[in-house]
């Protein structure tokens, strides 16, 4: 139990706020017109991927 003990205080001192970094709000960047034609990519093969399995099980 005192070993218990001992690593729940060090737990609480290693989680403390004294060794806690301050948190950045990360800064969203602009979207590539790479990333927005993969994007648009897939979003087609989703849909299309849904038509066919709508229409593979309305077959049954």
Known sequence: MR???SLTGIFVLAG????AEGFDR????AQSATA?????VACIT???SMV?????V???
């Open 3 to 5: 070993f218990f003990l």
């Open 16 to 19: 403390s706020r004294l060794f």
């Open 26 to 29: 990360p800064i969203p960047q």
């Open 58 to 60: 309305s077959r049954r």
């Open 36 to 40: 927005e034609f993969w994007y648009a």
């Open 46 to 48: 989703l849909v299309l």
């Open 52 to 56: 066919a399995v709508q229409w593979l």
